[in-house]
Nanobody, 122 residues
Framework: QVQLVESGGGLVQAGGSLRLSCAASISTFRSYTMGWFRQAPGKEREFVAGISFGGTSTHADSVKGRFTISRDNAENTIYLQMNSLKLEDTAVYYC????????????????WGQGAQVTVSS
């Protein structure tokens, strides 16, 4: 049984910041790699960032230097700090979990949250 619940989405102006949270109900949370994906209307779901059990992280080129993924194993929670937001960052952001190492293909993540809308305005 795995439950992932995102929070922290909303409307923000371009250049602003937002932090997403994902609370995970996973009995062996430290054994899971966690990731953030996003999907804009009419587009494929894309990898944003991932973080391993030990805290090693990977970020997509499109967000590198602006977004930072982190995890708090004691609280079973992961975060996505988003800075310098751009209009093209507008999407539904999903938290996901996999028993694999850090991978970028959405099909390799069997567990997903419900999504959080992030809208960036000019």
């Amino acid at each position: 049984q795995v439950q992932l619940v995102e929070s922290g989405g909303g409307l923000v102006q371009a250049g602003g910041s937002l932090r997403l949270s994902c609370a995970a109900s996973i009995s062996t949370f430290r054994s899971y790699t966690m990731g953030w994906f996003r999907q804009a209307p009419g587009k494929e779901r894309e990898f944003v960032a991932g973080i391993s059990f030990g805290g090693t992280s990977t970020h997509a080129d499109s967000v590198k230097g602006r977004f930072t993924i982190s995890r708090d194993n004691a609280e079973n929670t992961i975060y996505l700090q988003m800075n310098s937001l751009k209009l093209e960052d507008t999407a539904v952001y999903y938290c996901a979990a996999t028993e694999l190492g850090v991978v970028v293909a959405s099909a390799l993540y069997p567990y997903w949250g419900q999504g959080a809308q992030v809208t960036v305005s000019s």
